[in-house]
Nanobody, 121 residues
Framework: QVQLVESGGGSVQGGGSLRLSCVAS????????MGWYRQAPGKQRRELVA????????NYADSVKGRFTISRDNAKNTVYLQMNSLKPEDTAVYYC??????????????WGQGTQVTVSS
């Protein structure tokens, strides 16, 4: 079993910054891609914010390009999301996601519990 624990959410004024962290722990052989998704108030679907592979390749939602930066520390099984120039429309619950291989090389998709980010105008 694998657990993802997020931290770093909170409330900030527009133009401010926050840094989210997500640590994976448990029975892990390797972690492929890690990413951040968000679900805005009133929306039913989670949308991809940013994703990073084990090799460091990244992709971002168009709405956050140039403002957010995803990174990871493979030795610590941790992924980060640096969010700058935050806008009220970034308000959402942010979820960490990881594609983890167990000791039998079987891949499973895991989610964190979510962390609230609120940006005021």
């Amino acid at each position: 079993q694998v657990q993802l624990v997020e931290s770093g959410g909170g409330s900030v004024q527009g133009g401010g910054s926050l840094r989210l962290s997500c640590v994976a722990s448990g029975t892990i052989f390797s972690i492929n891609a890690m990413g951040w998704y968000r679900q805005a108030p009133g929306k039913q679907r989670r949308e991809l914010v940013a994703r990073i592979t084990s090799g460091g390749s990244t992709n971002y939602a168009d709405s956050v390009k140039g403002r957010f930066t995803i990174s990871r520390d493979n030795a610590k099984n941790t992924v980060y999301l640096q969010m700058n120039s935050l806008k009220p429309e970034d308000t959402a619950v942010y979820y960490c996601n990881a594609d983890v291989k167990d000791l039998y090389y079987i891949a499973y998709d895991y989610w964190g519990q979510g962390t609230q980010v609120t940006v005021s105008s």
